[in-house]
């Protein structure tokens, strides 16, 4: 891994002065730590996609293609522009007025003008114009059009695999531009050749193979929950038992396994295993889905679909009524965007009704599955639940929108009005980095790799900058997501940007706040740290109703 500069030294280095050469001349930079490494091919043969002849390094001058490479990509950017006319339309219709041009954080955090979301579609619509326009086929260079070389694929890979895939930039496109879209065609076009990175392959493989994302193995994954009972027990007095693979419950339990195996996901798994228990929920946790994040939105549709059936065969083989799913960012977006065109409506299971409180998820009427947010929410707002949020005072909390949950399927409210009754302390970012503008953590769609730590910490600045702001000016020590890439890229991202700002998920702070029946006096949290150790500074605003 290449050496992280200072931040200091980091904000010096961007540059945004236009460069000199026009861009189509200047080559990708494949130098240490500009890169993510490719898939080892045992995890391409594993999952029966088409491999390179060899091992190879992006830095390598020259990269193994099939000989027939360029006929591989004609035919399979024809063959997407029919099936999605999305495509088709997004690469007709920009009309580079440049308004998502300075809305993507890694051209914020580089300065790289490819990195501007136009022009990083650009990379595709140059070709697409090349072999599928008439102005494009007789005009040539004059109508933006260039042809398709080894340098153009060393481009695709530099530049896609520099996309978050977050869509804020649509958000600001006068045309509704959805750049990820683009990001993820020209993925699935490179995947066609062999070349994907294998931060997002192997643990796809790993799914496959156990279930889950670090390929745990079942028995290990039981081990780690009653782990975390022993941990509840110890805090609380109370024996949690949850069940595994239990056929005939009522609901199916499915959660990315980062709040598995990996801090601090695993409080926030604490803190659901803490709300089941507290309203006697009929619910079952499956060894075999024990992973809902889903790598194939970062690689192709047919991954997609393929790793998102595994959830709902399970949730067949089972016999629950509807599935409950956890913070998870990604995995909301293949539910509420693309599962219904993909795996088509899951109609042998029942709409989510919550035996709580009777109240009916219509927005799960087609996938069957509902927000963890959603359902505590609901409990919330039916008074179902005794808390007593004191026992976070020490946190001074702002809230992350994690990009799939806020844009993919505007989960905006339901976390706010969680954490505001499970904590008295909240203060939102400024607007213009929150909600449907949220900036991205920097490491989302198979970029948490920690060979390229430089660029996540660039793509990150806007949103630590935000932190920063909201750290200074009101205390904020504690940053809460709803998703478990978040939870992982978001602590190496605060120690860099904005030390002393913690990360948390959602329902550790439920968990923290819940009065369980019975329990004996709290004198930690569900990290063992003691509870309210410090109060909080006097700082300038109120905080936020
Ligand atoms: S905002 Fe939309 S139309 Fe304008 S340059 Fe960007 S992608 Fe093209
Ligand atoms: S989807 Fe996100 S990361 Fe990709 S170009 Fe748009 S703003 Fe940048």
Known sequence: MA?????????????????????????????????CYPTKIKNLEYLDLPRPEREWSPADEEWP???????????????????????????????????????????????????????????????????????GKILGKIAGARKLTPAVIKEW??????????????????????????????????????????????????????????????HAFKDMIEFFCDDIEE????????????????????????????????YTMMGYLLLFEHIGLDYTLSTYASE?????????????????????????????????????????????????TLNGPADFLEVPVSPITGTRFENAASTKMVHIMEFTADLIKHNKLKLDPSRNDKHIVTFHDSCNPSRGMGLLEEPRYVIKNVCNNFYEMPENTIREQTFCCGSGAGLNTEEIMELRMRGGLPRANAVKYVHEKFGVNMLACICAIDRAALPPLMDYWVPGVGVTGVHELVGNALVMDGEKERTCDLRFEPLNDETPEENEGEADE
Request: with cysteine.
């Open 3 to 35: 050496d992280v500069p200072k931040p200091e030294e980091l904000i010096r280095k961007i540059d945004t002065t236009p460069p000199k050469t026009r861009w189509e001349d200047i080559p990708a930079d494949f130098s240490e730590g500009k890169f």
């Open 65 to 135: 293609l099939p000989d027939n490479w360029q006929e591989i990509i004609y035919e399979g950017f024809k063959e997407r522009l029919e099936k999605y006319r999305s495509l088709k339309v997004f690469m007709d219709i920009c009309v580079r007025c440049g308004a998502c041009a300075d809305k993507c954080h890694f051209f914020i955090g580089t300065g790289d003008p490819k990195n501007m979301p136009v022009l990083r579609a650009e990379l595709l619509r140059s070709v697409y114009r090349k072999d599928f326009t008439t102005a």
């Open 157 to 218: 890979f530099s530049y896609f695999y520099q996309c978050t895939e977050c869509r804020r930039c649509s958000v600001f496109c006068p045309y509704g531009i959805d750049t990820a879209e683009i990001t993820m065609m020209g993925r699935e076009l490179l995947s066609l050749l062999g070349l994907n990175i294998n931060w997002i392959l192997e643990p796809a493989a790993n799914c496959f193979r156990t279930g889950n994302h670090l390929g745990i193995q079942p």
């Open 235 to 266: 805090i609380t007095g109370i024996r949690i038992n949850p069940s595994f693979n239990r056929k005939g419950a009522e609901v199916l339990f499915i959660t990315p396994s980062g709040d598995v195996f990996a801090d601090p996901g695993t």
């Open 292 to 340: 809902g994040g889903n790598f194939g939105l970062f690689t192709s549709a047919d991954m997609v679909k393929r790793l998102n059936s595994k959830m709902y065969l399970e949730a067949k083989r089972l016999g629950v009524k509807w599935i409950l799913g956890g913070e998870c960012g990604h995995m909301w977006r293949v539910i509420n965007q693309y599962m219904d």
